[in-house]
């Protein structure tokens, strides 16, 4: 369905990069984003980290510290031009959510379709003149290090752990001590490196570049617990009051046989079909909800101006700035979208926005079936965008 070929070498399978390398060790992947090449220039990149919804920070390096002062500052949005005109020689500005200023380059995600929607994280950018890097790091999730515009040396070096140290006193988290070097390369544009979770990586820019990290990530324990608990609240049934069994026991005591009937319970109601249809719940809101605030459009079409635009050629896309995923519960297809359950669609609109979540774009025909208030609605909520590019 991708107009993007996959990601990957051409000498290598989605099967053997999922079983090799995801989440064990790099890759190095040249030119393995073409389509970025040329669709930002540094320039952009400025303009937008000013605009007053972007999520940017602006990183900066001094030489070496003074007085014992930081070497490091971190300045995080609303940033103003005046930011920019008194930083040192090595900085570096870094905006978050690229997908939701550029539906086009969010549609580069069809690269990566060997890793499931829900999965994804966002789109990060980097801007660095010469020198400029954000200093010796690992990151917790999967990322693909994308080089759109000049180049960039990175480095990789050993596995880190939550044992592993960072200099005090920095406002970053940053180390000294990578340990041995395992990967020393320049990547040009279209280039991509894949580094996989708590990898330490060094990236230097070698003159003015962009590099675009795809991130990948999971949710955490903590937060299934948390929204398991706010989908269990629908269900009254888990409000009555437990029965437990009754030993005799010192009246100030919990004893340990009173705390194993509830843990019992509690497991039993978990392993239950009531406790996995909680659990599938509570996992397809905490993967479908946006890490950041949704972008409001200045400007939305009229309905009528759909309608014109699809019968003159438009299709329609899904906005990968939004989480729109299906799941399959009771033996029926539930669609979920930035963290809420849709279920007041028809079964028409449920397999178009199942074609739209995994990569497909809709035209005319697909559309003919679907009251178009209905699709603006899809519009409205940023679950979806029109692509009219092929009618200027």
Known sequence: MSVHPLCLPKYMSKAQFLSKYWQKKPLLIKNGLPALVGMFEPEDILG???????????????????????QWQVKKSPLTESDFESVPNLWTVLVQNLEQWSPELGALWQAFDFIPQWQRDDIMVSFAPKGGSVGKHYDDYDVF??????????????????????????PIRIFDDMGEIVFDEVLAAGDVLYVPPKWS??????????????????????????????????????????????????????????????????VELLTSDQGSNLIQQAVCEVVSKRQYDALVPEELPSTDELVAAITEGATLKADFSSRLIYTTMDNETVIFANGQRLDDISAGAAQLLVQLADGASLGLDDLAE???????????????????SDLQ
């Open 48 to 70: 937008l980290a000013l605009e007053e919804d972007a999520s940017a920070r602006l990183i900066t390096q001094a030489d070496k510290k003074i007085n014992g002062a930081p």
């Open 370 to 388: 679907v009251d178009s208030d209905e699709v603006m609605d899809w519009i409205e909520n940023g679950w979806v965008w029109v692509d009219d």
């Open 201 to 266: 990586h060094f990236g230097v820019a070698q003159d003015d570049c962009l590099t675009f990290s795809f991130g990948c990530r999971r949710p955490n324990l903590m937060q299934i617990i948390d929204s398991l608990a706010d989908v269990a609240t629908n269900d009254p049934a888990l409000f009555v009051p437990m029965l437990l069994p009754q030993s005799s026991q010192p009246s100030g005591a919990l004893e340990s046989s009173s705390i194993e009937a509830i843990r019992s319970q509690l």
């Open 145 to 170: 290090l994308a080089q759109g515009f000049g180049h960039r040396r990175w480095q990789l070096g050993k596995v880190c752990d939550e044992s592993s140290e960072f200099v005090a006193g920095e």
